[in-house]
């Protein structure tokens, strides 16, 4: 009677292997220039063709003179660094109260019964809402000054660290609770030593993706409520029909927003460095 067992280096010749196609084996800092030439090419195509109107669409060349002197105008000290100075001051005013009042929410929501049964559906229902019009009541509230801009920047920005948070606290190992209880500890020193520690990767993913959306909450409270940012100077050019204005103007407010979000990944790799996402994202990189 023949052997029918395969040998095990012919057992592991015949386990298909599936193989990374060409676009996927093309590095990361050439796939996004390629990317970059195409959507530039696309773009030129678009306007010199006439499918696009200069006045809605402007070229890239004009775009790229106007994000020129908009920068020197920032470097110059002029009154556009002073609107973006102002933008930046609403933009991490309202992500501190952001990160501090929704870590204390979401500590409440995920620690207490009387915060999931109680305070959460409140949360969840105004999360529903489209937070952007709660701008006229704020500017009502705190008038036309920055105090408006800080508290919608932050009310946009808030839900994802509440949820982030409260996340958070449940994932901690049952055998590290029950290891917990059984040393005795209480509630509070489990809160601080293990649960926090445990649910900090959870937490930094709504923080993460509040340093993006205060941006949105600070310049949509400028739209609606006056002010003297970046949101008010995008707001006059698209009046003016300024296009290549107004794309610069966004430029560069999406460079404050990698910021912070710079900002939030370098203080999640010195804080978290021990999980394994942040080693995954490292390690990419």
Known sequence: MSDLTLPAAQEED????????????????IAMALLFVAFITLWQLATSNGLVSPIVLPTPWRTAQDIVFVGQNLLSGTYMLSAFLITAQEVAWGFVIAVVLGAVLGILVGETAFGERAVMPYIVAIDTMPKIAFAPLFVAWLGFGISSKVA????VSIFPVIVGTAAGLHAADNNARMLF???GASRLQTLIRL???AGL???FTGVKIASVSVVAGAIAAEFLGGGKGFGELIRVAASQLDTPRVFSLILYLSLLGSLMYGLVIWAQRRLVFWHKSTAAEQAER
């Open 181 to 183: 209880q059984s040393i």
């Open 152 to 155: 919608l920047a932050a009310f």
């Open 195 to 197: 649960k926090i520690p």
């Open 201 to 203: 990767p959870h937490f």
């Open 14 to 29: 015949t386990v298909w292997v599936k193989k990374a196609s060409w676009i996927d084996r093309v590095p990361r800092p």
